[in-house]
């Protein structure tokens, strides 16, 4: 089935905050942390009138949380500029040094890209994109740079796509329905009745080929990382350049290695 000419016009984050009813949610705590979050998607200064836009929180609440997190040490301000400073990596450090997936993956990637000689990355799924939380760089394969935070679609990425996999029917419904299914090259898969076949097909492997989908010129293939439960916590993978390593070698050499990396790690996790 082709997808609609009009997808669903996702909510604002404003939108989805003031949705919620929960007596004991703090909105101020929530406004506060999606105008830091906004910056992570811009390379430049933000204003107050534009990270309103971005988050559709009113500006007189955008200029109190940044007046709020410029005193906390989170955010600088030049002239009506605003920028983040380097006291917010504080926060999700807190994350990377205290969960058990992080502290057991650089150690798994590093092996990992020296056997193959190639990049490798673990990530998890975050509303709608993969998350990079470690990764081990063996040759730069990519035109941005990435590493522990960066966020890429997950539709066209070979993490999105055995994490994807690994939802339940009604999530994954929820997901085709919000997402734009981009095309970010011409190999990109943007109807949603194929990607959904796609994704059986991952469900069925228990693995993922991307095939310059994300970015001409490269190829990367990705395995679920499991618990002692069964359930997936997060994805695993290499990438290269499609010139010097093909399809097949992915699946006969690469897999191989990746496999025996995610059965450490769910070693390791139980």
């Known amino acids: 089935m082709p997808q609609s000419s009009d997808p669903i016009t996702p909510p604002t984050i404003a939108e989805e905050i003031d949705a919620l009813t929960d007596p004991d949610f703090m909105t101020s705590l929530a406004r506060g942390l999606a105008v830091l979050r906004a910056f992570a998607d811009v390379r430049q200064p933000q204003t107050i009138a534009q990270l309103s836009q971005q988050t559709g929180i009113p500006r007189a609440a955008v200029r109190r949380c940044l007046h709020t997190l410029r005193q906390l040490g989170y955010v600088d301000a030049e002239v009506k500029n605003f920028t983040l400073r380097p006291k917010v990596l504080t926060l999700g450090y807190s994350y990377l040094s205290s969960t058990p997936l992080t502290l057991s993956a650089q150690p798994c990637l590093n092996g990992i890209s020296k056997t193959l000689n190639e990049s490798s990355s673990i990530a998890v799924l ?111 993978n290499v990438g290269a350049q499609a010139l010097r390593v093909s399809r097949e070698q992915m699946v006969e050499e690469f897999l191989p290695v990746l496999r025996h990396g995610a059965h450490e790690l769910a070693v390791l996790l139980s």
């Open 126 to 236: 975050e509303e709608d994109q993969v998350l990079y939380v470690a990764r081990s760089a063996a040759s730069r394969v990519m035109s941005v740079s990435l590493s522990a935070g960066s966020r890429l679609p997950a539709y066209c990425t070979s993490l999105g796509r055995v994490l994807l996999a690994q939802l339940p029917a009604a999530e994954l419904d929820a997901y085709l329905a919000r997402v734009d299914l981009k095309q970010l090259t011409p190999r990109t898969i943007t109807d949603a009745a194929q990607l959904r076949d796609v994704l059986a097909q991952v469900r069925a492997d228990g693995y993922a080929l991307i095939d310059e989908e994300l970015e001409l010129g490269l190829r990367s293939i990705a395995v679920p990382v499991r618990g002692a439960s069964g359930r997936v916590h997060a994805a695993l």
